[in-house]
Antibody, heavy 121, light 112 residues
């Protein structure tokens, strides 16, 4: 069974940092690109970042570029999001999701339960 | 960027009746590999998003066959043949053809 479990969220002051983790199981993690998607309270979904299966290529939304860094450890089946320079508008539930598969199958087919990041003084 | 729009933004429906949601992209979503990576997601209250349809018309594992997707290029549609109580939630189209990935604003489906 595919499982994605996020952790690391919490309350942080503006300008602070947090590191989110997403522990993957039930599939060959190293074969899939992975993404972070966030959802501000009462709002829609916003893509944040994607990393390819090997970790060599990354993409970021303009809203987080230069502040957030996506990475992965395929030996630990874990995806990360390092968030620096946090702003009030970064407050959201952060989800990890499977992105590009090794075949031409389904993208964004599995999502974690999310972890809440609150940026407030 | 491919801007995704959805209509309607709210859809009160009667149980057992059909529902339809339209999604339009500002750019063609045909990938260079020939696929169109247009997904439909369902988000029930308090839950994470769930994939319903991928590549325009493919139902994901476990998705009831009352859900169907269609379309091409820039115009896409999600149809629910007979709405059930468990279908209440917000439905999003999203594209994964290009970066940045983009989502529609969501369509709230509830029961009249």
């Amino acid at each position: 069974e595919v499982q994605l479990l996020e952790s690391g969220g919490g309350l942080v002051q503006p300008g602070g940092s947090l590191r989110l983790s997403c522990a993957a199981s039930g599939f060959t993690f190293s074969s899939y690109a992975m993404s972070w998607v966030r959802q501000a309270p009462g709002r829609g979904l916003e893509w944040v970042s994607t990393i390819d299966y090997g970790g060599g290529n990354t993409h970021y939304a303009d809203s987080v570029k230069g502040r957030f860094t996506i990475s992965r450890d395929n030996s630990e089946n874990t995806l990360y999001l390092q968030m620096n320079g946090l702003r009030v508008e970064d407050t959201a539930v952060y989800y990890c999701a499977r992105d590009v598969p090794p075949d031409s199958g389904s993208l964004f087919d599995y999502w974690g339960q999310g972890t809440l990041v609150t940026v407030s003084s | 960027d491919a801007v995704m729009t959805q209509t309607p933004l709210s859809s009160p429906v009667t149980l057992g009746q059909p529902a339809s949601i339209s999604c339009r992209s500002s750019q063609s979503l045909v990938h260079s590999d020939g696929n169109t990576y247009l997904n439909w997601l369902q988000q029930r209250p308090g839950q994470p998003p769930r994939l319903l349809i991928y590549k325009i018309s493919n139902r994901f594992s476990g998705v009831p066959d009352r859900f169907s997707g269609s379309g091409a290029g820039t115009d896409f549609t999600l149809k629910i043949s007979r709405v059930e109580a468990e279908d209440v939630g917000v439905y999003y189209c999203m594209q994964a053809t290009q970066f940045p990935r983009t989502f529609g604003p969501g369509t709230k489906v509830d029961i009249k």
